[in-house]
């Protein structure tokens, strides 16, 4: 049974950092996309960054774009997303994806669908 499971959420003030993980079980993904998206109260879920599978390319969203940055460890099947400079709306339930189908892909996948295994979500909370 493959698994996603995401830690490093928390509760900071605006300006601080955050590195979330999310460690994949079940199988590799060192072959495939992997991204990050995050959904706040009221809202859709949204894309956050993506990265291929060797992780030397990545793309972000432009509200994060400068501050945070998404690697990967293929060794531990863990896919991170170092967060600085938070700010309030940043507070969101942020997911971890794998991209299932295609491997050794060149494209950067930013649409939801495009992501076959999600993880259940950390909440990220950012006060004023």
Not at 104 to 124: A, L, P
Request: with cysteine; glycine share 10%.
């Amino acid at each position: 049974q493959v698994q996603l499971v995401e830690s490093g959420g928390g509760l900071v003030q605006a300006g601080a950092s955050l590195r979330l993980s999310c460690a994949a079980s079940g199988r590799t993904f060192s072959s495939n996309a992997m991204g990050w998206f995050r959904q706040a109260p009221g809202k859709e879920r949204e894309f956050v960054a993506t990265i291929n599978w060797r992780g030397d390319s990545v793309y972000y969203a432009d509200s994060v774009k400068g501050r945070f940055t998404i690697s990967r460890d293929n060794a531990k099947n863990t896919v991170y997303l170092q967060m600085n400079s938070l700010k309030p709306e940043d507070t969101a339930v942020y997911f971890c994806a794998a991209h299932g189908k295609f491997y050794y892909s060149t494209r950067h996948y930013i649409e939801d669908y495009e992501y076959d295994y999600w993880g259940q979500g950390t909440q990220v909370t950012v006060s004023s």
